[in-house]
T-cell receptor, first 116, second 111 residues
Framework: NAGVTQTPKFRVLKTGQSMTLLCAQD?????MYWYRQDPGMGLRLIHY???????AKGEVPDGYNVSRLKKQNFLLGLESAAPSQTSVYFC???????????????FGPGTRLTVL | GQQLNQSPQSMFIQEGEDVSMNCTSS?????WLWYKQDPGEGPVLLIA?????ELTSNGRLTAQFGITRKDSFLNISASIPSDVGIYFC???????????FGAGTILRVKS
């Protein structure tokens, strides 16, 4: 099992450009998440999904959109990148509470994004 | 906004020393978690705590869930160089299994 994978690993954008970050998991997890990590701030939840075709806002959703068209994939989009979105982005996945494996979120290796 | 206060922000210790860090909240939570992030990697779960007062160990790591359900502590005994990284506390928000993280404690070990 590859676990949670993220592409790309690094990206540099100019202000106003758009891009999509891809997250894939092969553990058949129902839940998926996108976080951003900034120095001294911990990880903050951007958006999450509790199942295929569903998404919801987290703590810091502005400037981002997400889609979960397939259970194994969760895409994070930046329509018009801003320097404030320079960060390290982590995707995670977990089983649902109903399936009994709620607490452990498995994280990908991260995408380092710089917006100039 | 940020609901967890984690301290200390960073520690630089000698190999072999014990380490202690803690996390507090103004709200009650029913599940407390401790994650470790190695440099350049995503966080990995170390210990999960489900019951107030619970003390749980994982090798040299010991964590406690505070009796008030508003705090938790993580101790590392006899630190080694591979303990370096960022340690995060986290609590579970019930719907969607969402996590709220503390700001992290950066641990550096001098050998």
């Amino acid at each position: 099992n590859a676990g949670v994978t993220q592409t790309p690993k690094f990206r540099v954008l100019k202000t106003g450009q758009s891009m999509t970050l891809l997250c894939a998991q092969d553990m058949n997890h129902e839940y998926m998440y996108w976080y951003r990590q900034d120095p001294g701030m911990g990880l903050r939840l951007i958006h999450y999904s509790v199942g295929e075709g569903t998404t919801a806002k987290g703590e810091v959703p502005d400037g981002y959109n997400v889609s979960r068209l397939k259970k194994q994939n969760f895409l994070l989009g930046l329509e018009s990148a801003a320097p404030s979105q320079t960060s390290v982005y982590f995707c995670a996945s977990s089983y649902s509470i109903v399936s009994g494996g709620a607490d452990t979120q498995y994280f990908g290796p991260g995408t380092r994004l710089t917006v100039l | 906004g940020q609901q967890l206060n984690q301290s200390p922000q960073s520690m630089f210790i000698q190999e072999g020393e014990d380490v202690s860090m803690n996390c507090t909240s103004s709200s009650i939570f029913n599940t407390w978690l401790w994650y470790k992030q190695d440099p350049g990697e995503g966080p990995v779960l170390l210990i999960a705590l489900y019951k107030a007062g619970e003390l749980t160990s994982n090798g040299r790591l010991t964590a406690q869930f505070g009796i008030t359900r508003k705090d938790s502590f993580l101790n590392i005994s006899a630190s080694i160089p591979s303990d370096v990284g960022i340690y995060f506390c986290a609590v579970v928000m019930e719907y969607g299994n969402k996590l709220v993280f503390g700001a992290g404690t950066i641990l550096r070990v001098k050998s």
